[in-house]
């Protein structure tokens, strides 16, 4: 039989396609942070009918909000809230969304300048974490990845990575099977032996089909016996919550973070005055985090009199002998 059979993930990631939303969700979100350390958070959503918790969107009283419409008459869901500082605008977001969100700032005093330092995680929401990316990138691709390379060649591999997490994960929990039922004629080894084979061959456990079962034995060289058909339907259903939970997460995002002061380091694609803006998305946190940084510092005046007016009054100190000597 020489037809090409699917990959048991092309499956999932056509169901979790067919499953989301229809609509192609926008987000812009707006934080100012302030001198003193306290700040505002306003958010955008571009569909309002989705404010729901895949998105680490606020909706609670403590928010102010409203509905107001773009260039297009399309409805804008806007949600604004200040914090005292910016710890507090992160325990904030550690109880919304799927997209779990990490928010570090740290203000550092230096006599002449004060520096701030601005870091914001998106945590990644794939719950398929059997390889990590940058073992299975090449150092290479990974620095393509990290730069934002949309190169078809790296969107493959992406593509490969994401197909290889969810098949390890299946095949793990094949493996456990297949060792409970301790069947002599269902060894262990085969199945290891021939991981790759099933792999590579597009073998799909995902379907019921006659015809799929005879190929999956034909790999193995065994015959599956009702019972590990079976467990292989019960690993199937295991695993559509995990399918689910990565709905809605889809879509555009922009980060906008307004520093005080002159912007001086930043990982950010634009850089207009004090503002610093991302725009990626989702599939840039699905794999891995996604760590936005931006450091920026202000002048301290007050620093400079005082210092000119020490030196001023060490140099009336050190010629004040030499004019009494005249």
Sequence with gaps: MNKKIAYPFTLAITFVMLTASDCNHEQRTTTKINNDGSCERTVFVKNVSDTSSSFPVPTDKSW????????????????????????????????????????????????????????ETYKSYSPFKKISLDSFLTKEEYAQYEKGDTSKALK?????????????????????????LNDPLLPVSVFLAKKDDFFNKRVDFFKDKKDDIEDQEK????????????????IKKSLIPKFEFMNGVDGKYINEVVMPGIILNTNANTI?????????????????????????????????????????VIVALLMLPRLRRK
Aim: charged share 35%; with cysteine.
């Design 272 to 312: 207009e005055g004090n503002k610093v803006s991302w725009k990626f998305d989702d599939k840039k946190f699905c794999a891995t985090d996604y760590t936005m940084t931006v450091e920026s510092r202000i002048a301290n005046p007050w620093a400079t009199y005082v210092t000119g007016g020490v030196l001023i």
């Design 64 to 119: 102010e909000s409203h509905i107001e419409r773009d260039s297009s008459k399309e409805e804008i869901y806007v949600a604004s809230k200040k914090f005292n500082d910016v710890n507090q605008m992160n325990n904030e977001y550690r109880r919304t969304g799927k997209v779990g969100i990490d928010i570090k700032y740290e203000k550092k005093f230096r006599w002449f300048y004060t520096y701030f330092n601005y870091q």
């Design 219 to 234: 790999i193995l060289g065994l015959k599956f016996r009702d019972k590990l058909e079976r467990q292989i339907d019960g």
């Design 156 to 180: 493959e591999r992406l593509d490969e990575f994401g197909m290889r997490n969810i098949f390890e994960e299946f095949y793990g929990k094949l493996i456990d099977s297949v060792k409970s």
